[in-house]
């Protein structure tokens, strides 16, 4: 069973940067394509951005030029780095893996809380 450690989150202003980790474990982290999500209050989660076992990446649209995926199989980890943050970016992030045919694994992660405020 697959399990994600979310981290990175906090308080930052409009315009500020933050960079997220997640530490995966319990399944064979390079093999499989890997994505980060949000959910803001009220909302249903959505896919933020997603990268490949070959670092191919793909962004959503309301995020683009600003966010950027990356991982480390060595350690296991994904990252987002996100930069340009608006309010409508607060939202808790979750990240998971790819089982194939966007088949995300059922377990999540608590989430790291990402809040832009001035």
């Known amino acids: 069973q697959a399990q994600f450690v979310e981290s990175g989150g906090g308080l930052v202003q409009p315009g500020g940067s933050l960079r997220l980790s997640c530490a995966a474990s319990g399944t064979i982290f390079s093999i499989y394509a890997m994505g980060w999500f949000r959910q803001a209050p009220g909302k249903q989660r959505e896919l933020v951005a997603t990268i490949s076992s070959g670092a191919l990446r793909t962004y959503a649209d309301f995020v683009k030029g600003r966010f950027t995926i990356s991982r480390d199989n060595a350690k296991k980890t994904v990252y987002l780095q996100m930069n340009s943050l608006k309010p409508e970016d607060t939202a808790v992030y979750y990240c998971?893996?790819?089982?194939?045919?966007?088949?995300?694994?059922?377990?999540w992660g608590q989430g790291t809380q990402v809040t832009v405020s001035s």
């Open positions: 998971n893996a790819d089982r194939g045919g966007s088949r995300w694994f059922p377990s």
